[in-house]
């Protein structure tokens, strides 16, 4: 762990104590400065004073200073701190204080702060969200006369001292004002009273026993689930799934951190039991500082931060490196040959002899651009053979060709479902599928990665409230490698009589004996997947993504797709050669074999010296875990140096202390190549004394 206590040292430094007058040096001459520093490449970056840093439930350290940033830009706050109030069990809770100055008292500004802080902590990530908030109604103690002294402030609130009001930070709310004369309406006008809304708190209650193994009657309606009650993050899951289930409701992610009690969590399931709706609190927008310059944008900032972060750690950018020749097993990065292990050219169809002549023939024929949309000028005799050919590779009744697979999915998934629907997908979906949910109009929830249990509760649940249900899966996930379980969610749409699409990108040409996908994989039948998605970038070596299914879905398709119809159709060059890699694949590609029995190879001796390949066995991309960022940047810089392209794969893409390089193999890589770029990382993690990572 490169974290820790930062300790000084020097001839200029004199560590020690004066006892009577007489100086006593410490014997190891060291200085402990307080502060919390990180050490990487050479460099210490102070991350926070040790006596703040905040230790929550997750076992995460949370620095204070980044919390302040985040709220930053609070209306009507004059002073503000975050710190860590201590509670009756071991973690302390994460606190923001403020002081609003002038504006103490005011009605109308205190609301709309408190809306902001809602907003704000609604966005962070789990481990960093507020558990508590409050208004002082005092000034803040400040260190000459500038920073608020957090302990100080954590030492007021423990012991009770000072004046605050404390913000309910789910509800929206100042807890001494939140709860209204049973009978009477609260703020929102909803009157929570009667038989069934007593009944639902009962249920609630004995939920909250079942999930953390107490009597019921130990539970006040008022305990906070985490601070008084001793659960987490994890079995608050099992507490919304139960009620999901037992109410047949879905939960949205939005609204899942807006309750923590029995009384919260008996008010949301009454409100959406009676369709009743809370409104959230009308806030007035400050007045925003206008910027005529990008460079002074927020956007640019937080770009500009993460440069500059890179530049001084001595990182040298690993991306946006060109390679000026076919992607094969090797390719020619500044005017050198270098083995290239990371490329989606998993059959070598991208510059295959068929591929080209198919292209240029194109060329010939139709020039290099469709010059229009399909559906108005642009349609060509090409591409409806390449859909007809590619429908009858995946065993569908027709297929629609677009000209990019990422956005392929953001359409598709943004508009399949209308907000009668819901979209189940996969939490470590691609990008371009999260896109998708965004931009729908239906409600739209994750559920943890190949989970099964937990998708079939969601279903339960939910699927007598919507028309459509649309559950989205990927064929191989592309950081981890691991094949998703196909049959187990054919079997549960078919159950519960949803549609299944499945992003077939990483794994058609890849997973099973002739290269055909997850149908090939599992032996399939031709209708257990309603939507096949996949790209033409991959396996198949040109640049497109096409969805294939029934033919009433295509044809609604041609004429209704937003990403299809105001789009232009693909280059014809690029149809061409994806039309003749089609038909490679239909007669059986004996590439398909190669690339197996290379994937197997890699795996076995990435994992014969000590590497940790993550979930990867079968499929084409084969991660080596790193660890820290950092290193993965180092090494793969290195491995450059060395004649080995490979690239990093870091934090937000994956999660933090997992990054780790991303090596790709195809067909085409010989074993000497392969056994080449494991020996060259192997001596590199000794020289850097990288730890060589194994996760559970």
Same mark, same amino acid.
């Given at each position: 762990?490169?974290?820790?206590?930062?300790q000084?040292?020097?001839k200029?430094?004199?560590?020690?104590?004066?006892v009577?007058?007489?100086y006593?040096?410490?014997?190891d001459?060291?200085?402990?400065t307080?502060?919390?520093?990180?050490?990487?490449?050479?460099?210490?970056?102070i991350e926070?004073?040790?006596?703040d840093?905040?230790?929550?439930e997750?076992?995460?350290n949370?620095?204070p200073?980044?919390?302040?940033d985040?709220?930053s830009?609070?209306?009507y706050?004059?002073h503000?701190c975050?710190?860590g109030?201590a509670?009756?069990g071991?973690?302390d809770?994460?606190t923001?204080?403020?002081?609003?100055?002038e504006h103490t008292g005011?009605?109308?500004k205190?609301?709309?702060?408190?809306?902001e802080?809602?907003?704000?902590?609604g966005?962070?990530?789990?481990?960093?969200?507020?558990?508590?908030?409050?208004?002082?109604?005092d000034?803040l103690?400040?260190a000459n006369?500038?920073k608020?002294?957090?302990?100080?402030?954590?030492?007021?609130?423990?012991?009770?001292?000072?004046?605050?009001?404390?913000?309910?930070?789910?509800?929206?709310? +100042?807890?001494?004002?939140?709860?209204p004369?049973?009978?009477?309406p609260?703020?929102?006008?909803?009157?929570?009273?009667?038989?069934?809304y007593?009944? +639902?708190?009962?249920?609630?209650?004995?939920i909250?026993?079942?999930?953390?193994g107490?009597?019921?009657?130990?539970?006040?309606?008022?305990?906070?689930?985490?601070d008084?009650?001793?659960?987490?993050?994890?079995?608050?899951?099992?507490?919304?799934?139960?009620?999901?289930?037992?109410?047949?409701i879905?939960?949205?992610d939005?609204?899942?951190?807006?309750c923590?009690?029995?009384?919260?969590f008996?008010?949301l399931?009454?409100r959406k039991?009676?369709?009743?709706?809370?409104k959230?609190?009308?806030?007035?927008?400050?007045?925003?500082r206008?910027i005529?310059?990008?460079?002074?944008?927020?956007?640019?900032a937080?770009y500009?931060?993460r440069?500059?972060?890179?530049?001084?750690?001595?990182i040298?950018d690993?991306?946006?490196v060109a390679?000026?020749?076919v992607?094969?097993?090797?390719?020619?990065?500044?005017g050198?040959?270098?083995?290239?292990?990371a490329?989606?050219?998993?059959?070598?169809?991208?510059?295959h002899?068929?591929?080209?002549?198919?292209a240029?023939?194109?060329i010939?024929?139709?020039?290099?651009?469709?010059?229009?949309?399909?559906?108005?000028?642009?349609?060509?005799?090409?591409?409806r053979?390449?859909?007809?050919?590619?429908?009858?590779?995946? @065993?569908?009744?027709?297929?629609?060709v677009?000209?990019?697979?990422?956005s392929?999915?953001?359409t598709f998934?943004?508009?399949?479902?209308n907000? @009668?629907?819901?979209?189940l997908?996969d939490?470590?979906?691609?990008?371009?599928i999260?896109?998708?949910?965004?931009?729908?109009?239906?409600?739209?929830?994750?559920?943890?990665?190949n989970?099964?249990?937990?998708?079939?509760h969601?279903?339960?649940?939910?699927?007598?409230?919507?028309?459509?249900?649309?559950?989205?899966?990927e064929?191989?996930?592309?950081?981890?490698?691991?094949i998703?379980?196909?049959?187990?969610?054919?079997?549960?749409?078919?159950?519960?009589?949803?549609?299944?699409?499945?992003?077939?990108? @990483?794994?058609?040409?890849?997973?099973g004996?002739?290269?055909?996908?997850?149908?090939?994989?599992f032996?399939?039948?031709?209708?257990d997947?309603?939507?096949?998605?996949g790209?033409l970038s991959?396996?198949l070596g040109?640049?497109?993504g096409?969805i294939?299914g029934?033919?009433?879905?295509?044809?609604?398709?041609r004429?209704s797709?937003?990403?299809?119809?105001?789009?232009v159709g693909?280059?014809p060059?690029?149809?061409?050669a994806?039309?003749?890699?089609?038909?490679?694949?239909?007669e059986?590609?004996p590439?398909?074999a190669?690339?197996?029995?290379?994937?197997?190879?890699?795996?076995e001796g990435?994992?014969?010296r000590?590497?940790?390949?993550?979930?990867?066995?079968?499929?084409?991309?084969i991660?080596i875990m790193?660890?820290?960022d950092?290193?993965?940047y180092e090494?793969s810089?290195?491995?450059l140096?060395?004649?080995v392209?490979?690239?990093?794969?870091?934090y937000?893409?994956v999660?933090?202390?997992?990054?780790?390089?991303?090596?790709?193999?195809?067909?085409?890589?010989k074993?000497?190549?392969?056994?080449y770029?494991?020996d060259?990382?192997d001596?590199?993690f000794?020289?850097?004394?990288?730890?060589?990572?194994?996760?559970?």
């Amino acid at each position: 762990d490169k974290t820790g206590e930062l300790q000084i040292n020097g001839k200029a430094m004199h560590s020690g104590r004066m006892v009577d007058g007489v100086y006593i040096p410490r014997e190891d001459g060291w200085f402990s400065t307080g502060d919390i520093a990180r050490e990487e490449n050479g460099h210490f970056y102070i991350e926070g004073r040790l006596k703040d840093v905040i230790v929550g439930e997750s076992g995460e350290n949370v620095y204070p200073d980044e919390l302040e940033d985040s709220f930053s830009e609070l209306p009507y706050v004059e002073h503000m701190c975050v710190a860590g109030i201590a509670t009756k069990g071991v973690y302390d809770d994460i606190t923001l204080i403020v002081y609003m100055g002038e504006h103490t008292g005011s009605a109308e500004k205190t609301s709309e702060l408190i809306a902001e802080i809602v907003r704000i902590n609604g966005l962070l990530p789990i481990y960093k969200k507020l558990r508590r908030a409050y208004i002082s109604l005092d000034p803040l103690p400040l260190a000459n006369g500038i920073k608020v002294r957090r302990q100080k402030v954590k030492e007021m609130l423990e012991r009770g001292q000072g004046r605050f009001q404390e913000i309910d930070v789910r509800g929206g709310v +100042i807890k001494d004002t939140a709860k209204p004369e049973p009978g009477q309406p609260a703020a929102n006008g909803i009157v929570y009273n009667g038989t069934e809304y007593q009944e +639902i708190k009962e249920k609630v209650r004995q939920i909250f026993a079942e999930v953390l193994g107490v009597e019921p009657s130990s539970i006040k309606d008022t305990d906070h689930f985490v601070d008084d009650l001793g659960g987490d993050s994890l079995s608050s899951l099992g507490v919304f799934s139960k009620a999901e289930e037992l109410y047949g409701i879905i939960i949205p992610d939005t609204e899942y951190f807006s309750c923590a009690t029995v009384e919260d969590f008996a008010k949301l399931l009454y409100r959406k039991l009676n369709n009743l709706e809370a409104k959230a609190p009308e806030t007035r927008r400050e007045a925003v500082r206008r910027i005529t310059d990008f460079r002074l944008s927020r956007e640019y900032a937080e770009y500009a931060q993460r440069r500059l972060s890179m530049q001084d750690a001595g990182i040298k950018d690993p991306y946006f490196v060109a390679h000026d020749s076919v992607l094969s097993d090797t390719s020619i990065v500044a005017g050198r040959e270098v083995i290239n292990l990371a490329s989606y050219n998993y059959l070598g169809m991208s510059g295959h002899p068929r591929t080209v002549e198919a292209a240029k023939k194109a060329i010939d024929m139709y020039g290099t651009s469709a010059s229009g949309s399909r559906l108005i000028a642009g349609e060509k005799t090409l591409y409806r053979e390449l859909e007809k050919a590619i429908a009858q590779w995946k @065993h569908t009744d027709d297929a629609l060709v677009m000209v990019g697979g990422h956005s392929t999915n953001v359409t598709f998934v943004g508009n399949f479902c209308n907000e @009668h629907d819901l979209i189940l997908y996969d939490a470590l979906s691609h990008n371009s599928i999260l896109q998708g949910c965004q931009l729908s109009r239906s409600d739209t929830k994750a559920f943890p990665h190949n989970d099964i249990d937990a998708l079939e509760h969601l279903l339960k649940a939910a699927r007598d409230k919507y028309e459509k249900i649309l559950i989205v899966v990927e064929g191989v996930y592309s950081m981890d490698g691991d094949i998703a379980p196909i049959p187990d969610f054919v079997a549960l749409k078919k159950k519960y009589g949803a549609f299944l699409m499945v992003d077939e990108a @990483h794994s058609s040409c890849v997973i099973g004996k002739h290269g055909g996908g997850v149908d090939d994989y599992f032996d399939l039948l031709p209708g257990d997947v309603d939507i096949k998605m996949g790209t033409l970038s991959k396996g198949l070596g040109t640049c497109g993504g096409y969805i294939a299914g029934e033919q009433s879905l295509i044809d609604y398709m041609r004429y209704s797709l937003p990403g299809f119809m105001f789009s232009v159709g693909i280059s014809p060059p690029l149809a061409a050669a994806s039309l003749e890699a089609v038909r490679m694949m239909l007669e059986g590609n004996p590439r398909v074999a190669a690339l197996h029995e290379n994937i197997k190879y890699f795996v076995e001796g990435a994992q014969r010296r000590g590497f940790d390949t993550c979930l990867a066995k079968e499929t084409a991309i084969i991660p080596i875990m790193v660890g820290e960022d950092n290193d993965a940047y180092e090494l793969s810089t290195l491995m450059l140096e060395h004649g080995v392209f490979v690239p990093p794969a870091v934090y937000p893409a994956v999660p933090r202390h997992q990054a780790r390089l991303r090596f790709c193999v195809i067909s085409e890589h010989k074993k000497e190549q392969l056994d080449y770029a494991l020996d060259t990382l192997d001596k590199l993690f000794a020289q850097k004394g990288i730890p060589k990572q194994r996760r559970e």
